[in-house]
């Protein structure tokens, strides 16, 4: 008989396994970032610095503040711990994770791309780079480029320089060591990798079903569609590898009331190892691109909280703003902030406040010292709420206040 969890018990499982409902120490240092990125298993980045770029927020929502450079140094460097991939999107990775994304390489290499065979057209100039880096170290493309290198297409200026080292390090030739001003900087894998990590590659199965073990785990609760999500994997291999881990007692198979397909239950696996707390205390804002939130099915499913991000929305048709984060209390979405660092004024702006209907009375009574940790975190002096949302009188209200 397969075992059934509550909808409000799915929840829990979920944000637990996430690292919510843990007391956050007074000063998080390299530990508990470290202990962030290992539970997650990756960071998704995101150039957008309206209030913090994405891969930053993570460990703020589930530690506190924290010195971002000790995440710099986990990322950054020949010897950092973390390596950046398109693992999800573009993502910072464990670098033992490296070798388990050869099968992605591969599929790179074997269909060319959507960049139309660009590599292959221009292998003298790829040639000509690997040599570069042979030579001179980890270089960002600028450090590259010269006057001969025609800035054309629809490549936002790319210069072909640029697009052909993209084109190198989605097929492993190269790999991306550190970000400088958020520009990639390119390593020849030998000059990054240890030598351990540069041998012959686990088979494809054998990837997949380590990289699905990691995302049940981060996520505690999941169906197939979220498995396969978490590292954007295609179906087949991750039902294989779901059956796999099953079989070997990793996965237990559940039912949520209410997670439907058509009218079936949805299937639903619980990581052997999950927490089932009965209660969970928690206040944070979370990123766009955070793992509770990334994809939009699972969001709406384990929430009921339908979200999009508005950037790419032309203002006027905007709902809830430019950069909106959801607000999580305790077990539950129940609002989202627009927030924005003005950093010349020191003041972070909220833009906009609104509550999910159902949200606890005391909201914004909760959500206030998150927004004081936010605004200590980014250097900022001042919170000022802008009146607009239906959460934003009381927030302002609660603080000044408090």
Partial sequence: MVDSVSPALARRISLSAQGFGRIAPDTAGLRQVRGVVERLG?????????????????????????????????????????LEYWAHEAAFIPRELWPHFEFRREEYRR???????????????ADWLRHELAANGPMPASAIEHD?????????????????????????????????????????????????????????????????????????????????????????????????LEDAGELLPVEVPGWTTGRRPTPTWVHRDARRPRRLEAAAVLSPFDPVVWFRPRTERIFDFHYRIEIYTPEPERKFGY??????????LVGRVDLKSDRKSRVLRVQSAWSEAGAPADTAARLVPVLRRAASW?????????????????????????
Wanted: aromatic residues 8%.
């Fill in 42 to 82: 990756l960071l998704q980045i995101d150039s957008v610095n309206v209030f913090e770029r994405s891969h930053y927020l993570p460990a703020f929502s589930r530690v506190g503040a924290y010195d971002r450079a000790l995440l710099d140094r986990l990322a950054h460097g020949r010897h950092g711990r973390l």
């Fill in 323 to 332: 950069y909106t984060l959801p607000v999580l209390v305790d077990d539950d």
């Fill in 111 to 125: 269909r060319g791309s959507e960049w139309g065979g660009w590599l292959v057209e221009n292998r003298t100039l």
């Fill in 148 to 244: 001969a290198n025609e800035r054309r297409g629809p490549w936002w200026g790319w210069s072909d320089v640029k697009r052909t080292l993209e084109w190198m390090f989605r097929v492993g030739e190269v790999v991306c060591i550190e970000r400088r001003r958020f520009e990639r900087v390119y390593a020849l894998p030998e000059q990054a990798l240890p030598p351990a990590l540069l041998g012959e590659p686990p088979a494809e199965a054998d990837a997949v079903r380590e990289l699905i073990r990691r995302a049940a785990s981060a996520l505690g609760i999941a169906t197939e569609a979220d498995l396969a999500d978490y590292w954007r994997m295609k179906r087949p291999g991750v039902r294989a590898a779901i059956r796999d």
């Fill in 378 to 402: 980014q250097g900022l002096d001042e919170i000022e709420v802008v009146d607009r949302g239906d959460l934003a009188p009381a927030l302002r209200a609660e603080l000044v206040a408090s």
